[in-house]
């Protein structure tokens, strides 16, 4: 079975320094990866994902995540952070398809990043 | 509409009575997945629908839970019989093609469902 791993419940960082939100993940096979983030009382908004090639991949709002096969992690980061990305963010995977053609995409219970002025 | 739109917004409801969530896909999104969010729990996944049939409903908690999505578009998510441990926010996604694929979600802003 996949699974989905963020380590931190939350993360404070003050504005203007980088910040880092880790994923780890384990899948049969190569993984697809996803980050979301959900502001308070909306829906999740896609930043990036990772299917294949580059492992540093760039996403919305200056957000980037690095892939690392040996690690098996996906971490988001952000060299300048705002204070408008406090926000929660979750981190997600979906192994191959099967036979079927579908594969469930796993999400992980999401941390909260607080930025302070 | 832009985006995937959910309704109603917020819901009240007596334990053991019915509720139906309705979910507006973005045009032309032929998957559609139903997901609960609970307080510190993360995402639950609850139902996958492609086109109008659901090749995966194991995600259902039980057999008061039941969804169905008409002309490929909007889907309705039924509670029968609501318990206080449903309440939550559901939340609605599309996407385009196969769940299989490399396609990201779309999802709606949530029906918060509060079961007193």
């Known amino acids: 079975a996949q699974s989905v791993a963020q380590p931190e419940d939350q993360v404070n960082v003050a504005e203007g320094n980088p910040l880092t939100v880790k994923c780890t993940y384990s899948?049969?096979?190569?993984?697809?990866l996803f980050w979301y983030v959900q502001y308070p009382n909306r829906g999740l908004q896609f930043l990036l994902k990772y299917i294949t090639g580059d492992n540093l991949v760039k996403g919305s709002y200056g957000f980037e995540a690095e892939f690392n096969k040996s690690q098996t992690s996906f971490h988001l980061k952000k060299p300048s952070a705002l204070v408008s990305d406090s926000a929660l963010y979750f981190c997600a995977v979906r192994g191959p398809s099967m036979n079927s053609g579908y594969s469930t995409l796993t999400f992980g219970k999401g941390t909260m990043l607080l930025v302070s002025p | 509409g832009a985006g995937v739109s959910q309704s109603p917004s917020n819901k009240v409801t007596e334990k053991g009575k019915d509720v139906e969530l309705r979910c507006d896909p973005i045009?032309?999104?032929?998957?559609l997945y139903w997901y609960r969010q609970s307080l510190g729990q993360g995402l639950e996944f609850l139902i996958y629908?492609?086109?109008?049939?659901?090749?995966?409903k194991s995600g259902l908690p039980s057999d008061r839970f039941s969804a169905e999505r008409t002309g490929g578009s909007v889907s309705t998510l039924t509670i029968q019989r609501t318990q206080q441990e449903d309440s939550a926010v559901y939340l609605c996604?599309?996407?385009?093609?196969?769940?299989?694929?490399?396609?990201?979600?779309?999802f709606g802003p949530g029906t918060r469902l509060t079961v007193t």
């Open positions: 045009s032309g999104h032929t998957a």
């Open positions: 629908f492609q086109g109008n049939s659901a090749p995966d």
């Open positions: 996604a599309s996407s385009f093609g196969t769940s299989g694929g490399t396609y990201e979600q779309y």
């Open positions: 899948v049969s096979g190569n993984p697809y």
